[in-house]
């Protein structure tokens, strides 16, 4: 988790409300991402940054926006929360792939949100 | 379709013996593959991957992974299990139809479970 962090780690909220998530990193790395943890189903990507103002969308994005204005802030918002977005949200980075290297992605910690 | 597989939810060993974590994939050209593992209420950990080279790659913690091209599949493996093994583990591929954008496509994960 080191050089990744995630705020808020926990959030309960209602149904309706609008969510910012917020990832920051420390690495200089250029690609970031949103995923999302649900049993039975993995990691599903939900958008990913690949430089400042540039995003695009995941298999699981609707409901989903994000921004991205510095290098080391990726921002994941639900616009209107839902029951179904209720879910353990991991961002990740990753640097450039060059050669062998730049493939790994490095995890944070996670935001567990709940929607009521 | 890209995809990768983990054919068992759950993997139960006894302390000290060896252990298999099964993965599959479906990848048009050469893969990247990658294991993770997350333990309870952490982010994901990279623990190993396989670029090119040989087929045994080694990882942390005395993990490591056998890369079969015939039979599309990337198995974790331990000599000999611990306890503190115990935790989630994801297999992982690059997504080759991302063109030079770096995102990978995880399996649905599977539960390592020591008993001492």
């Known amino acids: 988790d080191a050089g990744i962090t995630q705020s808020p780690r926990h959030k309960v909220t209602e149904t309706g409300t609008p969510v910012t998530l917020r990832c920051h990193q420390t690495?200089?790395?250029?690609?970031m991402y949103w995923y999302r943890q649900d049993p039975g189903h993995g990691l599903r990507l939900i958008h990913y940054s690949y430089g400042v103002k540039d995003t695009d969308k995941g298999e699981v994005s609707d409901g989903y926006s994000v921004s991205r204005s510095k290098t080391e802030d990726f921002l994941l918002t639900l616009e209107s929360a839902t029951s179904s977005q209720t879910s353990v949200y991991f961002c990740?980075?990753?640097?450039?792939?060059?050669?062998?290297?730049?493939?790994?992605?490095?995890f944070g910690p996670g935001t567990r949100l709940t929607v009521t | 379709a890209q995809s990768v597989a983990q054919p068992e939810d759950q993997v139960n060993v006894a302390e000290g013996n060896p252990l298999t974590v099964k993965c599959t994939y479906s990848?048009?050209?050469?893969?990247?593959l990658f294991w993770y593992v997350q333990y309870p209420n952490r982010g994901l950990q990279f623990l190993l991957k396989y670029i090119t080279g040989d087929n045994l790659v080694k990882g942390s913690y005395g993990f490591e992974a056998e890369f079969n091209k015939s039979q599309t599949s990337f198995h974790l493996k331990k000599p000999s299990a611990l306890v503190s093994d115990s935790a989630l583990y994801f297999c992982a591929v690059r997504d080759r139809t991302a063109g030079g954008y770096n995102k990978l496509i995880f399996g649905a994960g599977t539960r390592l479970a020591v008993h001492p």
């Open positions: 990848v048009s050209g050469n893969p990247y």
């Open positions: 990740a980075i990753s640097d450039a792939p060059t050669g062998t290297s730049g493939f790994v992605q490095y």
């Open positions: 690495e200089n790395h250029r690609y």
